[in-house]
């Protein structure tokens, strides 16, 4: 059974950095092609994707927010962590983790999502 | 605004059918089959309906149907209930400087 469970705080202040984890079960981040992603989505607004690791430690961000955000992954603790420095406001959101089972044989869809995590920017 | 655009909302009775499309370009659902669908009942995560343009993951209603032609994607859902009363996003891989996957701003369904 695949799951997916983000943590992280639930207040952030303006100029802080985000450090979120991610933690899964019923897959290995080590087995080829598989990949995990963020993604969030501001109250009432649609989804944004923001990141992703591959089996191969590769990283890919969004172009809007590469300066700020940075992916790594532990695969012995099933873990993939994700930073945002200099958080604003406009960064309030639900962050969410989800699952890409094969980005070698090219379906590019995220099949399992964690339930997310609100995250709130204010002083 | 997002990269693809979705109508706001949509509406249909129960046991009629519905088609959310999703327009985006040929950098990103014009240009390749990976066009995805989701799910999303209020304050729970996105549920993959459909993926590839028009496959359905196991466990899905094949009441939800998926099609594409040309920058243009669809989503159906025939046989209208009222558990389908949710926010449906359209996901599709883009061909930027690097991997990049952009979302629809989103629908309303609601069954009346």
């Not at chain 2, 196991?58 to 994607?73: C, D, E, P, Q």
Request: aromatic share 10%.
């Amino acid at each position: 059974q695949v799951t997916l469970r983000e943590s992280g705080p639930a207040l952030v202040k303006p100029t802080q950095t985000l450090t979120l984890t991610c933690t899964f079960s019923g897959f290995s981040l080590s087995t080829s092609g598989m990949c995990v992603s963020w993604i969030r989505q501001p109250p009432g607004k649609a989804l944004e994707w923001l990141a992703l690791i591959d089996w191969d430690d590769d990283k890919y961000y969004s172009t809007s927010l590469k300066t700020r955000l940075t992916i790594s992954k532990d695969t012995s603790k099933n873990q993939v962590v994700l930073t945002m420095t200099n958080m604003d406001p406009v960064d309030t959101a639900t962050y969410y983790c989800a699952r890409i089972p094969d980005i070698l044989t090219g379906p590019l869809y995220f099949d399992y999502w964690g339930q997310g995590t609100l995250v709130t920017v204010s002083s | 605004q997002s990269a693809l655009t979705q109508p706001a909302s949509v509406s249909g009775s129960p046991g009629q059918s519905i088609t959310i499309s999703c327009t985006g370009t040929s950098s990103d659902v014009g240009g390749y089959n990976y066009v995805s669908w989701y799910q999303q009942h209020p304050g729970k995560a996105p549920k993959l309906m459909i993926y590839d343009v028009s496959n359905r993951p196991s466990g899905v209603s094949n009441r939800f149907s998926g099609s594409k032609s040309g920058n243009t994607a669809s989503l159906t859902i025939s046989g209208l209930q009222a558990e389908d009363e949710a926010d449906y996003y359209c996901s599709s891989y883009t061909s930027s400087s690097t991997l990049n996957w952009v979302f629809g701003g989103g629908t309303k369904l609601t069954v009346l």
